[in-house]
């Protein structure tokens, strides 16, 4: 199963491919992604989306696990990351993958089991799983690492527990209560 994972950011977005045959989790490729500030913003999202599509038709990934904002009372960087988010979003679904995202607490619980771990921790035990070097490094290619690893590992029990669940969606819910309220 090869994996994409995603940081997003307008002026830095990280990158991370990686494989998981079995119980064995090998990095592929990983880079980062850099617009200049100087550049309109149109620009930068195309170029975000142009490099991310590429990503996709290079590796052929079934899956993309992009990390959710983290909210800060930085309003405009908020906002800049919405746009970048969006347009990767976009380009893993015209590329045919698809896409999960995780929260960063999730991501650190799904690598570490810590939700709470710090970035130095999750750095050490994403070396370790992909049997790297080094410490990756920049911190947004490691976090994209942690949301590809994230998703190798908890994907497949999500899928069990989509197939074995009743109700998938809130129509299903909401029949299955009006069933139990008419055989009573």
Known sequence: MIILGIDPGLDKTGWAVIKKESA?????????????????????????????????????????????????????????????????????????VSISSYNPRTIKKGVSGNGSADKMQMQKIVKMILRLKEIPKPDDVADAMAAALCHARTAPLNEKIKKTTACRTWNDVKKLQDAQRTSK
């Open 24 to 96: 064995v989790f090998t990095l592929l490729d990983s880079g980062l992604i850099h617009t200049k500030a100087s550049t309109s913003l149109p620009e930068r999202l195309e170029f975000i989306f142009d490099s991310i599509a590429s990503i996709g038709l290079k590796w052929k990934p079934i899956a993309a696990a992009v990390e959710e904002m983290f909210l800060n009372n930085k309003t405009n960087t908020q906002a800049n990351t919405v746009h970048a988010r969006g347009v990767i979003l976009l380009a893993c679904k015209k590329s045919g």
